[in-house]
């Protein structure tokens, strides 16, 4: 059976709506799941009108109503906006509407009649505009799934990074990193990678400082302390992890080949050599959920200033459902 992914349409103002349309524009992605869009039905139809593709949209209540297949886009219609929503501008409408999406995914995700998320992008400003005061997907996921431990994991068809902090100032990430949360990521970073079919896969620990402290040389000891007794306790149960290794070689390693994922200690450090790689193909996937919730994302933002032009590139939508099909619990 393929799995049933839930796709939010993100923020309508945005070019959410138009790499949604364009993605299940993609025969191939009917072969590989069942996808149904949360949203609304009139933003879909307008997107329609911008890209000029040609599908079906079928306004539905429940995903046990929907008719898959190539040509069909079943929407569970949250009628929470209408089609003269202002397109490329910040507007809490938008925000709210993007909140209101995610959640009914994950109502439908903890319930097990989706099997997997996959999520457009929102718009911070908008999001907080309509009271709802997080810094991104990650945090409202983990609200919304009472999850404590979760982790934020990107991955490109070169380089994949799962990070130990992200939307917290630098010197904050520092304070935040602990043995039991690199412990904690690297056994969610090893978990994933099963999941996704990697029976052994190899693990590598960024350093904190630059050359990883150089044994002393820079910091104040935040390797031995922070990183190096999680490593040990993770190596002990037969999780095949290295490191710290310096930042500045250690993507270049990971990259040719070396290990299958970089642990990243803070949000740059991780974001940016995937980004360099090409945001086009990266995807973001937060793992450590509780109740088995898989959520996966483009790797880019709202595009304001392409949006409603018909400019934006599917790729990452495409990625990100591709991911999300792999990290499925699978149908019997």
Same mark, same amino acid.
């Given at each position: 059976? +393929?799995?049933?992914?839930?796709?939010?349409?993100?923020?309508?103002?945005?070019?959410?709506?138009? @790499?949604?349309?364009?993605?299940?524009?993609?025969?191939?992605?009917?072969?590989?799941?069942?996808?149904?869009?949360? /949203?609304?039905?009139? @933003?879909?139809?307008? %997107?329609?009108?911008?890209?000029?593709?040609?599908?079906?949209?079928? %306004?539905?209540?429940?995903?046990? !109503?929907?008719?898959?297949? $190539?040509?069909?886009? $079943?929407?569970?219609?949250?009628?929470?906006?209408?089609?003269?929503?202002?397109?490329?501008?910040?507007?809490?409408? &938008? /925000?709210?509407? %993007?909140?209101? =999406?995610? &959640? +009914?995914?994950?109502?439908?995700?903890?319930?097990?009649?989706?099997?997997?998320?996959?999520? &457009?992008?929102?718009?911070?400003? &908008?999001?907080?505009?309509?009271?709802?005061?997080? $810094?991104?997907?990650?945090?409202?996921?983990?609200?919304?799934?009472?999850?404590?431990?979760?982790?934020?994991?990107?991955?490109?068809?070169?380089?994949?990074?799962?990070?130990?902090?992200?939307?917290?100032?630098?010197?904050?990430?520092?304070?935040?990193?602990?043995?039991?949360?690199?412990?904690?990521?690297?056994?969610?970073?090893?978990?994933?990678?099963?999941?996704?079919?990697?029976?052994?896969?190899?693990?590598?620990?960024?350093?904190?400082?630059?050359?990883?402290?150089?044994?002393?040389?820079?910091?104040?000891?935040?390797? !031995?302390?922070?990183? *190096? $007794?999680?490593?040990?306790?993770?190596?002990?149960?037969?999780?095949? *992890?290295?490191?710290? =290794?310096?930042?500045?070689?250690?993507? =270049?390693?990971?990259?040719?080949?070396?290990?299958?994922?970089?642990?990243?200690?803070?949000?740059?450090?991780?974001?940016?050599? *995937?980004?360099?790689? /090409?945001?086009?193909?990266?995807?973001?996937?937060?793992?450590?959920?509780?109740?088995?919730?898989?959520?996966?994302?483009?790797?880019?933002?709202?595009?304001?200033?392409?949006?409603?032009?018909?400019?934006?590139? !599917?790729?990452?939508?495409?990625?990100?459902?591709?991911?999300? *099909? !792999?990290? %499925?619990?699978?149908?019997?």
């Amino acid at each position: 059976m +393929k799995p049933i992914i839930a796709i939010t349409m993100g923020d309508a103002a945005g070019i959410g709506p138009e @790499i949604v349309v364009k993605a299940l524009a993609r025969e191939h992605v009917h072969q590989l799941c069942r996808p149904i869009v949360i /949203g609304d039905v009139s @933003i879909l139809r307008r %997107a329609l009108g911008w890209t000029g593709v040609q599908l079906e949209i079928r %306004a539905v209540r429940e995903p046990e !109503e929907a008719t898959f297949g $190539p040509g069909i886009l $079943p929407c569970i219609d949250l009628q929470l906006l209408t089609d003269d929503l202002p397109v490329g501008r910040v507007d809490a409408r &938008a /925000g709210n509407a %993007a909140y209101h =999406y995610l &959640a +009914k995914a994950v109502e439908l995700a903890k319930e097990g009649r989706v099997d997997a998320i996959c999520t &457009a992008p929102l718009n911070k400003e &908008a999001l907080h505009l309509a009271g709802h005061r997080y $810094p991104g997907h990650t945090e409202i996921l983990a609200h919304l799934t009472g999850s404590e431990d979760y982790a934020m994991m990107l991955t490109s068809p070169k380089l994949k990074v799962i990070h130990l902090t992200t939307h917290v100032g630098l010197r904050k990430a520092i304070d935040l990193i602990t043995p039991q949360r690199t412990y904690d990521v690297i056994k969610m970073a090893h978990d994933a990678m099963v999941r996704a079919g990697r029976e052994k896969p190899s693990i590598a620990v960024c350093g904190i400082n630059p050359h990883a402290g150089e044994n002393g040389l820079f910091g104040e000891g935040e390797e !031995e302390e922070k990183l *190096v $007794p999680a490593i040990r306790m993770a190596r002990l149960e037969g999780i095949d *992890v290295s490191g710290p =290794y310096p930042a500045d070689t250690l993507f =270049y390693r990971a990259v040719k080949g070396d290990f299958d994922i970089v642990v990243a200690c803070y949000h740059d450090q991780g974001h940016t050599p *995937v980004k360099v790689l /090409g945001i086009d193909t990266g995807v973001n996937i937060t793992v450590g959920l509780k109740g088995g919730v898989v959520r996966t994302s483009v790797d880019h933002g709202t595009a304001f200033d392409i949006a409603g032009k018909n400019l934006c590139d !599917e790729s990452s939508m495409l990625a990100a459902i591709q991911a999300a *099909v !792999e990290l %499925a619990p699978k149908r019997e």
